[in-house]
């Protein structure tokens, strides 16, 4: 099977639990940074501000979803996040 050159392809490749998981997380990531563009990278789904910057990617499985922050990212977030371990 090829590898998916677009987040559609990627998502379309599941079903079930998994699908309606990477299908939320998109919404969301298009409400919170409607600016932000979609790309592959490194074979997942990813957001990329207009600066070039990749600010997260997403993988699917079976069940579930994980998301995934660059350190550029959490950086800009370090005073909200000071309470949490990252």
């Known amino acids: 099977m090829a590898r998916p050159q677009t987040v559609d392809e990627y998502i379309d490749g599941f079903t079930g639990p ?5 299908e939320q997380l998109r919404a969301l990531a298009h409400e919170a940074v409607p600016e932000a563009s979609e790309a592959i990278k490194w074979g997942y789904p990813a957001w990329v501000h207009p600066s070039g910057t990749i600010l997260f990617m997403v993988s699917g499985h079976a ?14 977030f370090d005073a909200q996040l000071a309470g949490f371990a990252t």
């Open 18 to 22: 998994g699908r309606e998981l990477l």
């Open 63 to 76: 069940r579930h979803a994980s998301v995934a922050f660059t350190p550029s990212t959490r950086e800009g």
